[in-house]
């Protein structure tokens, strides 16, 4: 295990150089932040060569990239164009977009899992029926639909709760925010469980387990469910990162300053430090997320073995 674990993480080293090669590139290239810090006037000349030269973009970008990787393994993330560290801000949103991905992935748990669980064990009956009928539905409907309707009757027309939330939101604040964000993954949680269920309901381990008298509960929890949930595991796995990074939509639509709400005001004022910075923190969450989730296999089923 120790070695397999040693082996992984030098394996993360060429893909977190090559993944922030690739966004610092894309950030850098395809926009120009000195328009960006200029607003609707374009700079003249002078200023435009100060603000190059102040915040290092008179570099060749293989330059700036060796300069910022730099700074990154020293805990500098840079300084945003309003001369606030960008470390300020994730000290800020991070704490919140946490939180809201916790709340998130509780649902895809609790939720979706349970719902697989009770499909798969049911399958073609009519509560198999209309999950897989609601499931589709949730998947079919944006997110920001499904937002901006459960903020309109919750909030605005039975004032059940507060139409935005704080920008230091506690977990009561993001229950339904976290629902809206879970959503679209739920529904493929679902969906996932009850198909890995039904298929391992017939298998030979599962019906030796039923043939010696277990009762039907352990049959379930120890033998089924152990294996059915690896595949969900994955997904959920990788969900993690995806749910920090694509909480732009429901941020913005909860009034939430996290992460999505720092990036699209970054990408708003073409502000490369913060996107970069904050993109560099998710491929680390991508890639610890991904490992966590390999050693759960074991966990989940003893025969596998890392060397």
Not at 104 to 111: D, K, P, Q, R, T
Not at 269 to 295: E, K, P, S
Request: glycine share 10%.
């Amino acid at each position: 295990m120790g070695r397999y674990v040693v082996r992984r993480l030098l394996q993360m080293i060429p893909v977190f150089i090559g993944a922030t090669l690739l966004i610092f590139l894309m950030v850098n290239v395809m926009g120009d932040p000195i328009a960006g810090l200029c607003g609707e006037r374009q700079c003249d000349p002078a200023t435009a060569a100060q603000l190059e030269k102040e915040f290092g973009l008179d570099k060749p970008v293989w330059q700036q990239y060796l300069t910022y990787m730099g700074n990154v393994f020293t805990g500098d993330f840079g300084t945003a164009f309003n001369g606030q560290e960008v470390t300020e801000l994730m000290a800020t949103a991070f704490p919140v977009t946490i939180r809201l991905t916790i709340v998130a992935i509780l649902f895809e748990i609790v939720i979706g899992i349970t719902l697989g669980v009770i499909t798969g064990l049911r399958r073609g009956r009519p509560v198999d029926t209309s999950v897989l009928t609601f499931t589709l539905v949730v998947i079919s409907v944006p997110t920001f639909v499904t937002g901006l309707l459960l903020q309109l009757l919750l909030g605005v027309e039975w004032g059940w709760i507060k139409p935005s939330v704080s920008t230091d939101a506690t977990f009561g604040e993001l229950i339904v925010p976290g629902l809206v964000l879970a959503s679209v993954s739920l529904a493929y949680v679902t969906r996932l469980t009850r198909t890995s269920i039904a298929e391992n309901k017939r298998s030979d381990y599962v019906r030796t387990a039923v043939a010696k008298g277990l009762p039907r509960r352990r049959v379930i929890t120890r033998h089924l469910l152990r294996n059915s949930l690896i595949p969900v595991v994955t997904f959920i796995g990788t969900d993690i990162g995806a749910l920090m990074g694509g909480a732009i939509v429901t941020e913005r639509i909860f009034n939430i300053h996290g992460v999505g709400y720092q990036l699209y005001q970054g990408i708003l004022r073409q502000n490369t430090q913060t996107v970069v910075g904050f993109v560099t923190v998710l491929v680390l969450v991508f890639l610890v997320a991904n490992l966590i989730v390999d050693l759960l296999y074991a966990v989940l089923d003893p025969r596998i073995r890392y060397a």
